[in-house]
């Protein structure tokens, strides 16, 4: 079983091919922090410094319609993130927690033993 980690960046070429070359507007993350400062240029490395979970969708560049890709982009990785968190956090508890078994004991098997008794007439 292979568990992801959930805090890993999804730093695709589709990012780099959307955003490379392009003038920042500011990219701010929810927190108000500034993640990339206004009329900085997206590079690769930019790109990849940058925590998609938490960064801001809006306003990136000043063209709307890239705007539009950015924010479409995010939301998709950002409902894929939450799926992954879940699932994530699941497998983690189950393997935490277990069943409702003690401590050391893997599997419950029930035997039932019947004992073989001679039949006599009367």
Do not use: C
């Not at 890709?69 to 998709?76: A, F, K, T």
Request: glycine fraction near 6%; charged fraction near 25%; aromatic fraction near 10%.
């Amino acid at each position: 079983m292979r568990i992801l980690n959930p805090s890993t960046k999804p730093y695709s070429p589709n990012w780099r091919k959307l955003l490379e070359g392009q003038v920042s507007a500011g990219v701010t993350n929810h927190y108000g922090e500034i993640v990339l400062g206004k009329n900085a240029k997206f590079s690769a490395k930019a790109i990849k410094s940058i925590d998609f979970a938490t960064v801001n969708p809006l306003n990136w560049t000043a063209e709307e319609k890239m705007n539009d890709l950015v924010n479409q982009l995010l939301h998709n990785y950002n409902i894929r993130y939450n799926e992954e968190l879940g699932r994530y956090k699941r497998e983690k508890f189950n393997i935490t927690i277990g069943d409702e078994l003690p401590n050391g004991v893997l599997k419950l098997a029930k035997v039932y033993l019947a004992s073989k008794r001679k039949l006599k007439v009367g």
